[in-house]
């Protein structure tokens, strides 16, 4: 009961998807709610079971269990054309015999739709995605930009609810990856579809998402508008993989008392009563403390002699033009920091690193949650 | 400045008489007359009259025609008129097996009727059946798939006196469409497979594309997947056309004495010991059957090659 007057209000709805080959299982009874307009992006590393949960949405994958509801219709059945979905695929998938507007137009004229109606539909998604010029061009002579550009006009030309997109730019030079990105943006802000989009690239990540599902081993470890996954990892494995240059973590262990607590590393302490713990001050707790290079910084002179910093040698300076990565020795433990590449430094230089507590993460040693 | 500037750059340019290249075409020369030897004695004698066959010089071809005798089945002496196209004609319409003298033609008919009907249907079944493997998996494809990759080794003797059985219980023993379905079941293991393997080569994505614009199995295979499939179709046809054209072994087997196709009526023709043997009749019986299996190369070459540049999968 209460499950369908849930998938009323949201877009795509997935209760407790399992997926599994033999006796390997990708999908693990997973679920997941999109509102209607989202733009969700699903991000994890290769073989996580992104492109796996994405056909299953699609239809062009059984799930072993669970159901799939989209605008509040149970599809988990449903033929893949009639679900109201449009799906873009990484390798562009056009039919390589027939002209662009011929590919625009098979999805329409399969189903039976007028000629006229389908003029004017491959003319609108042709102007909105600047294909006019190529319509009677084949694929293959297309630039690899033009050519996902008439995979979208695909999924466009069909007025589906939901658009899936698996890894569309990943085979695009830098340059046309970034183009295209914008584009895509600007086509959701224009149309306000729901649009599922699998990347392993967290830029994309970052920059299209209405909210990211970090995925591993087939679950969701998770879901969260990007500035929240940055800021607020659920746990080490997320914290670890968004970002780059990546988080430090540092082995520590929670000491003080539950109202002033501090870290200690390797006998330097540093007061954390700044840190919001979800749950309680664990004192005597190990843990990894965790900062991004971002909220490190260098100090040296009279400065490095204050309190809460911890003394470090300087080992290697990567310049990375806007910014410099300092990598620090902090007892036996490395450490990256992220300094204007207007200051210089020397390896072997002896100073102190401070931490931005409050940006700062700690996770459980054993569990790796969050605490 | 200096004068190397000027020398030639690279490698010493070759010369047409460099000893390599005399090698290579004394070989290549040597080996084209070794296989075109035969081929040309075959189309030379097939204009001869026998007179020159029996005394003339068996390189040397034919150029004045006279009168020639022969006999014929009731055993008279026959003399004619001979054109250069005679034995070509008596191969065609006069040349005896046993008591019957209509020539090749009827059996050439055969071959043309078995071949037109064999070819498109084995190729139209093993289309689908590869494509339906490959796309649609069902629960037993993998061990359906098995069976036929085993069955394209076995022998086809080993399945012939099972396969009379079957064709007589369906009634259709000794009759031209039961060489034409023999043909079509031999053919399914193997055109299957090279099916299946070209369209598993294809990208899935394309597959799953079409079903996502609500294409379903035939629109996909006529539509999406057929029109990428002209090499390898190429590929199928001058397979079964040659294949069944050159058959001779369920011809004699399956097809019943009228229905006899072009190779058993030849081989019939030359093992006949009936009157004197017809060297010129014979050759240009051989050139007529061989016809069409060298029309379908040079025809189909130049597909073939169009084919393989323009089904580039890319995009
Ligand atoms: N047909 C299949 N049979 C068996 N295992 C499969 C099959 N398809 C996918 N898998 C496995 O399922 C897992 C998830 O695959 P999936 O394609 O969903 O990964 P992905 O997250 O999309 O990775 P990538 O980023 O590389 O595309 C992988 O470990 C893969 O090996
Ligand atoms: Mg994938």
Redesign the interface.
Known sequence: MSTATKSKTSSVSIQNIAQSYGALQVLKELSLDIPEGEFLVLLGPSGCGKSTLL?CI???LEPTQGKIFIKGKNVTWE????RG???V?????????MTVERNLS??LR??GMAKDEIEKRVKRASEILQIEPYLQR???Q?SGGQ?QRV?IG?ALV?DVDVFLFDEPLSNLDAKLRAELRVEIKRLHQRLGNTMIYVTHDQIEAMTLADRIAVMKGGSIQQLDAPLTIYSKPKNRYVAGFIGSPSMNFIKAKIGGTAKSPTVEVSGQTLDISQYAFIDGTPVGREVEFGARPEHINILRGAAAKGKNVFSATIELVEPMGSDSLVWLELGSQKVSARVESSETFTPGEKVAVQFRVDQASIFDLQSGDRL | MSTEALDPQGPKPRHWYEWERIVVYTFLILTSVYFLMPLYIVIITSFKDLDHIRDGNIFWPQFSYGEITTTDPAGNTVTAMAHWWSPWYRAMFEVCTGLECRGITPNFLNSVIITAWSVPISIAVALTTGYALSNWPFKFSEAFFTVLIVGSFIPFQVMLYPMVLLTKNMGIYSTLSCVVFVHTVFGLPILTLLFRNYFASL?V??F????????GFW?ILF??FL??AIPIMTVAVILQVTGIWNDFLFGVVFAGLPNYPMTVKLNNIFTSTFGIKEYNVEMAATMIAGSVPLLIYFLSGKYFIRGIAAG????
């Open positions: 056909n699609a239809g062009l033929e893949p054309s009639k979905i449009g799906m695929f990484q390798s562009y998938a056009l039919y390589p015999q098979f999805g399969v189903a084949k694929p293959m297309l050519r995979a695909r069909r | 990208p994505e394309l799953k594309a079409a079903r996502v614009d609500g294409a629109r539509q999406v029109p990428m580039a999968v890319k995009g």
